[in-house]
């Protein structure tokens, strides 16, 4: 008998990972995504029952909270208020005359759908809105999978999606948060890019815009999608240039979505009668750290590095952040991803660095970056993916410690 051949004919070293191997593949692609989602949400809920176990009562829930009052804490607390009263006609202030934290932060589409669901069922805010999130989630992960398909091969696809599942914030998906409801849209709204289905795209850009404020960042998104085609079509994987009738469907697009971004605030204003209510309601939020300032275009970033570090070490920093961004998203591998998953990503950073004051928050706003995961996919070394995924894991413990568990004297909400 030949060496390292069984009477089968079959090596003997990898026999059973090369059975398997075909085995698994034969597994439909969404039944492996849901069940990487499923196990993925098991661990971190493993996590959130340990916090929860050592919860202390707060001015969210009595000690040892239920996972489900334990997973409907800080925003939580503002979508439950939305989905059983509604927004307030009249913003609160406190003796500086100041708009004090209230509900117009918080786009309708999330807590609206829970409120109907909650009509429907007669179940309880928490169950609602927790089970709204875990079913977002799971569709979010297999949008990604087609959406890393496009562009991967399998292997890498199914990795994508892997650390997709398994990122330090991925807690999102299985609490009382817009999130999971946002990058689902958001991911299916990227996807229609990539195929070029703009009038599919219409209703869920209007749907995205109404649950997660990324309107303006998907215009922006558009503009430099667009621009690119009409410098070099190639950039965009056309054969043909840009013409008037080819720009009219992307256009449209842009112009919903600019819309959408701005017609939050313009119902805030309607509401309340505040010409600046949404913006104002925004900035409560950032005032315990630098007080009371006007919204100045691409000025939060440096206020919120130089509060944080000092300066000059905050700009400093914040220099640094940019160009590793730029260079993360540029380099030559990074193009394997397709130039629509790079633009989102550099028109949401802008975005995020024109209105966002970065906080302890920042890590979940940084959540619709999600499609780079592609680049970060692409080593193949088993040793690097064992250890991204740890890391991953590892850091949603850091992230929950310091972000959604609460000690008493907590000032970083997640």
């Known amino acids: 008998m030949a060496d390292g051949l ?31 989602y499923v196990l993925a949400r098991l661990v971190t809920g493993g996590m959130l029952l340990a916090f929860a176990s050592v919860q202390p009562a707060n001015s969210f829930t009595g000690a040892r909270p239920s996972y489900l009052s334990f997973a409907s804490v800080w925003d939580g607390a503002w979508y439950r208020v939305i989905a059983t009263g509604g ?45 709204v999130s875990l079913a977002a989630g799971l569709g979010a992960a297999l949008v990604f999978r087609r959406l890393a398909g496009r562009f991967l091969d399998d ?42 289905r703009w009038w599919a795209m219409l209703p869920v850009v209007l749907l995205l815009g109404m649950t997660r404020p990324t309107g303006l960042a998907f215009a922006f998104f558009l503009v430099l999608f667009v621009g690119a085609w009409a410098i070099r079509p190639a950039w965009v994987r056309e054969s043909e240039p840009l013409t008037l009738r080819r720009l009219v469907p992307p256009g449209v697009v842009a112009v919903v979505s600019g819309l959408v971004g701005l017609a939050w605030p313009a119902i805030a204003w309607a509401a309340t009668g505040v010409p600046k209510a949404y913006t104002d309601t925004e900035l409560a939020w950032r005032s315990s750290y630098i007080g009371w300032k006007e919204l100045v275009p691409f000025a939060p970033w440096v206020q919120g590095f130089g509060w944080w570090f000092r300066q000059p070490v905050g700009g400093v920093l914040l220099a640094v952040v940019l160009i590793g961004f730029a260079a993360f998203v540029a380099m030559p591998a990074a193009r394997r991803v397709g130039l629509e998953l790079r633009l989102w990503g550099v028109a949401y950073l802008v975005y995020l660095l024109a209105v966002f004051f970065p906080q302890s928050s920042t890590w979940r706003i940084l959540v619709p970056l999600a499609p780079l995961l592609g680049i970060v996919a692409l080593p193949r070394s088993r040793v690097y993916r064992v250890l991204v995924v740890a890391v991953c894991i590892g850091l949603q413990w850091v992230w929950l410690y310091h972000c959604w568990w609460i000690d008493g004297y907590d000032w970083t909400p997640p």
Do not use: K
């Not at 069984?6 to 692609?29: E, F, Q």
């Not at 932060?105 to 169950?127: D, I, K, N, T």
């Not at 892997?162 to 609490?175: D, K, N, W």
């Open 6 to 36: 069984t009477s089968a004919g079959t090596t003997r070293r990898g026999t059973v990972p090369v059975r398997w191997r075909a085995r698994y593949r034969t597994i439909p692609w969404w039944v492996r995504t849901a069940v990487v």
């Open 87 to 131: 927004y307030p006609s009249t913003l609160p202030v406190d003796a500086a005359g100041h708009v004090t934290e209230n509900a117009w932060a918080f786009m309708p589409a999330y807590p609206f759908l829970v409120r109907g669901l909650m009509v429907l069922s007669g179940a309880s805010f928490e169950f609602v809105a927790v089970t």
């Open 155 to 196: 292997a890498r696809a199914s990795f994508a999606t892997l650390l997709f599942c398994v990122a330090p914030v991925s807690a999102v998906f299985q609490v009382a948060y817009a999130e999971s409801m946002g990058l689902f849209l958001l991911l299916v709204a990227l996807l229609l890019v990539v195929d070029r």
